[in-house]
């Protein structure tokens, strides 16, 4: 009884440290899906690239934290690009944006299989944070885990504050709701798109460094990455950053209760709770009535 | 539209079936690759094309006279990327022969997409699910590397009998070729006398393991681990992450090089140390061909991986047998390539662990090896040999008949709780 109860709270845990993970993904991927209405579907080669660029970073400095910084301007760099170089040309055609982020993300996944090869990578946490701490109730657990929790909230609340306490914010709100009103007041909302770009691909470029740390960067990863990052915005709403961490908990939590008691079956259930989202309210669980 | 495309596959199957195709004088052969260049399995893919490379280099990239053109398909590991390669092989490409591919489920598909295709020889590259050869073979699809079961000749004893684990878990990717490891780990180590009281798994592809360590039951002396890629990599750091109770026993991918080599955290690898593992190839067995064949690959491939892994020795296996029954032929492909198939049915390859001849079902015998994951003076790990099995069979030795009743790899094939 005692052990059922320390293997349910580990795999809580393990729920919310992988919910964590994804929300830090996710989340650059909704504000770009709310504001622009363009499901860049080469976010999840961004997050790719942000890993493997703090890969080598980390192997040359030794420096984590530069690491994730530059893996983080790596991103930023990459979406920037990709945004002004190709979604620009064709605004408001959202088929046309969607296809040519599916092309990219092709292009880019196979450059980087040529640049890095085929072998999966880590990047070295620091020593402080590998190994594991013992927790009341759970026994033995990976500190890396517990800090990533940590950097998740910390990341949470941050784009909480830009989102609700500066000029930045008030607009990509109001894009969010309505975009024609907010050119109509004089925004100039083209460069406010280049800026949730940019922001969007460095979350996405820092949640490579830190999801390759916790995990292997290895080719295959962008896909897995895009589609958990589809789930969980789909489940939270678009352009939701609240969404974004509820839907990342659901799913992070479907996906390891089903992995620890249903093992064979625990895929369905990330796709089940998306299923039951869309039949009830088809906007997302925080998603506004379009 | 349907009725059209019908006819568009008929005529491109007459066209590849009708000997006068084949006698054409084209100069050169043209050779189909299948490697799983995208996807889980990427860095086998890249080690199996090495193999390939490098059998085709020690012929000039010549076989009777004629210059091998490759033409290669990349597949993800699905069974259908597969398929879909060869199809473009076939049809665009206009391939002879393909060579591939990797997965073992990849491989089950494409024996049922041999049969549908007889104008083309397949010879396998690595996939190592037991059935391709097995219960319903295909007249045209011959495999010289061994099978998944066979892959694990010796370790079942070994772990019991030298290691003395007596009650063991196991951890497994959830697919043929998994399910084969299994059966040959579980085939020997049951026989000695050993308990295997829990058998978790996981699909291909899984990176988040921590909630299957914590299902890892407490009262056992190690665990079994068979997982391939990128998946051994994260379940051995989070595994070692989370305090890692017992040792290890490895399947054939799981401690090969194209892991070994991405563990560069010192508590990584000591950890490691020490873990058996059984496969058809081994870093420094002394015998004079295979240290040759490893110093080939060394050469040839200076960016490659310290050491010829089980996919890079398959494809070799494979295309060297190709490239043999070509020679025996003159490259001669006429008459549904049948004088090849012949010879390639009857070819001994001088492979690097000793000759390679295939079964009645065109499934080849192979050297396999015990081994134990060792560190080398600069820290780097290596499989290092502990004993050869010579001329394992599909059978593992036993009666045909008898082998067969055990049942077709699946999760529960051989049970000792």
Known sequence: MEADIRFFLTVTL????????????ASGFTLVFGLMRVLNLAHGVVYLFGAYVGFDVMEATGSWTLAIIVGGIAGAVFGLLVHVAILSWMPGQELRQTLATIAVSVIAADLMIAKWGGLSYQIEIPDILFGSQTLPLVGRYPIFRLALLGFAVGVGFLLWLMLNRTRLGMMIRAGVDDRDMLAAMGTNVPAVFIAVATLGAFLAGVAGVIGGSALAISPGEDTRVLLSSLVVVIVGGLGSVGGAALGAILVGLAEQYGLAYTPTYGVVYTFAIMVAVLAMRPQGLFGARA | MTSRRVFFAAMVAAT??????????????????????????????????????????????????????????????????????????????????????????????LVQFAKQNPGVTFINGTAAAPEATYRDPAENFFRFNADGVMWQAGLGSYAFQAKRFRRVASLVNDYSFGWAQMKGFSLEFCRAGGGIVERLWTPLGTTDFSSLIARIPRNIDALYVMLVGADATNFITQYIQAGAPVPLIAGTNTVDQTVLATLSRPRLREFMIGTPSASPVVDDWTNERYQQFVANYRRMFPDGLPAPASAGLGYYLNTQAMIQALGAVNGDLSGNQARFRQALASTVVDGPAGPVRLDENRQGNATIFVTEVRAAPDGRLFNSFVQAFPNVTQSMGMPREEFMRLGVPARDTIQCP
Do not use: C, H, K
């Open chain 1, 14 to 25: 393990n729920g919310l440290t992988l919910a964590a993970l994804y929300f830090l993904v």
């Open chain 2, 16 to 109: 590849l079936a009708s000997p006068a195709w084949s006698q054409a004088p084209t100069e050169e052969l043209r050779v189909g690759v299948l490697a799983t260049l995208e996807g889980p399995l990427t860095s086998l893919g890249q080690e199996a094309m090495r193999g390939v490379r490098l059998a085709l280099s020690e012929a000039n990239n010549t076989v009777a006279g004629r210059r091998v053109t490759l033409f290669t398909g990349p597949t993800n590991a699905t069974p259908d990327s597969a398929i879909n390669a060869a199809r473009r092989l076939i049809e665009q490409d206009r391939v002879q022969i393909i060579i591939g591919p990797v997965s073992g489920t990849e491989g089950l598909a």
